[in-house]
């Protein structure tokens, strides 16, 4: 984006504010209204913008947060259409604010807003770059269940390992930051998954002035959480990336992670349709001799290890571009296509190893597989999931 780095004039009838707030939202109805009033109140005397980024949600929050706007005009709605994803929608929203520090938390009614206050003051004072609400100063409370607390801890305790900066609560969905060090992050930012604060934090290459505020979490005001178990995998994968300083981009590991298990379910019907299957008979291609029972065994490996790679991809990989309905049909049936090309090279090395090299059949279907699966990464990548829409601004 052209305004990205700046702040942007506004319209000349407002001055740019000092502080940027981003609620992202998904299904949030029932919460935003009261969430937006309460930090207006204790935002009161500090300049400051709030912008919804809102990815499509089915409910009214859309409704709510323009209603609210009529009568506050540092309300803003960003809504995206085609995209999911809380860290990519923080960005967005920092992206298009105007504030000089820039700041983010949930639109649940979780956060608690004498924190947020806190925060404001905090960072305003202008001798830190970066403030987090974090739950784990000196044992507090978490406001989480206890596996999401042992969990939260744990991703924690890796995370610390990626970290140039001794966060205690990297795992926090509420901070904010100076401009300058946003901007710092902002070329290198993933905008993987749901922990925006590991990404800025591993992304930027100063090393920041930062405080905290102690803080548990607050109740959810209606509505439902959105954390899963994918989010773990997202941190995982954006850990790697950062700790790979790139090498390994995040959307790779998570691809190469789905491959794993496409291997499985490969190898699974490898094995059954060897066992199982009989077609008999041979095909006589050119001078050489094809046996049926080789093609349709490392053939139905390949079709249904490939079906279950697009969906578990759609689903996790590309969840922030998930294909649905007819465009999910368009998109298996292009990634049949793309991985065809892989799929033969799997099967002609297949049977060339196995046949003309002499290699066991097993380790023959296997390699082969594995030296298509890259091809497949470049292929799905380029032609699958690749479709960006524009976002619409309300
Ligand atoms: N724009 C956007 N917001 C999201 C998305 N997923 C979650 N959120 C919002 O991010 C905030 C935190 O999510 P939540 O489900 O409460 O996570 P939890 O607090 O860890 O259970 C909430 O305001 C959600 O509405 C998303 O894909 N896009
Ligand atoms: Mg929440």
Request: hydrophobic content about 45%; glycine content about 10%.
């Amino acid at each position: 984006m052209s305004d990205v780095g700046q702040r942007p004039a506004t319209d000349g009838a407002r001055p740019a504010p000092d502080l940027s707030l981003i609620i992202c939202t998904l299904n949030e109805g029932a919460a935003i209204r009261s969430v937006i009033d309460e930090i207006c109140t204790t935002l009161k005397g500090i300049s400051h913008e709030i912008i919804v980024v809102d990815d499509n949600s089915q409910d009214q929050t859309q409704s709510e947060v323009l209603d609210v706007a009529k009568s506050r005009p540092n309300v803003r709605l960003h809504v995206r259409y085609d995209e999911r994803g809380l860290s990519s929608a923080a960005i967005k929203g920092w992206d298009i604010a105007h504030g000089r520090y820039l700041g983010v938390m949930d639109g649940d009614g979780q956060h608690d807003p004498a924190a947020i206050r806190a925060l404001a003051e905090m960072i305003l004072k202008g001798d830190k770059d970066l403030v987090c609400v974090s739950r784990y100063i000196g044992g507090a409370d978490t406001g989480l269940s206890w596996f999401r607390d042992l969990g939260s801890k744990a991703a924690t305790a890796v995370t610390g390992m990626v970290l140039k900066v001794p966060l205690t609560d990297p795992m926090s969905g509420c901070f904010m930051m100076t401009r300058e060090y946003y901007m710092s992050a902002r070329p290198k930012l993933t905008g993987v998954g749901f922990k925006i604060l590991v990404d800025v934090a591993a992304s930027s290459s100063i090393k920041p002035r930062f405080g905290e505020i102690k803080a548990a979490l607050r109740q959810r005001q209606g509505g439902t959480s959105k954390l899963d178990i994918r989010v773990v995998l997202d941190l995982g994968a954006l850990l790697v990336e950062k700790a790979t300083k790139g090498f390994l981009p995040a959307r790779f590991v998570l691809f190469g992670g789905v491959g794993v298990t496409g291997v499985f379910v490969y190898m699974a019907v490898l094995i059954l349709s060897h066992e199982f299957l009989r077609v008999g008979g041979e095909l006589p291609v050119y001078r050489y001799t094809l046996y049926w029972d080789d093609i349709t065994n490392y053939g139905l490996a390949i079709w249904l290890s490939m079906t279950w790679n697009f969906f578990i991809n759609n689903s996790i990989t590309f969840r922030d571009k998930r294909l649905k309905g007819w465009a999910m049909i368009r998109g298996l049936f292009g990634f049949y296509f793309a991985c065809g090309v892989g799929a033969i090279l799997s099967l002609g090395l297949s049977i060339l190893m196995k046949q003309y090299l002499g290699v066991h059949w097993f380790v023959s279907g296997v390699s082969a597989a594995l030296l298509s699966g890259v091809w497949n990464y470049w292929a799905s990548t380029v032609l699958s999931w690749r479709q960006k829409k524009p976002t619409k601004k309300a």
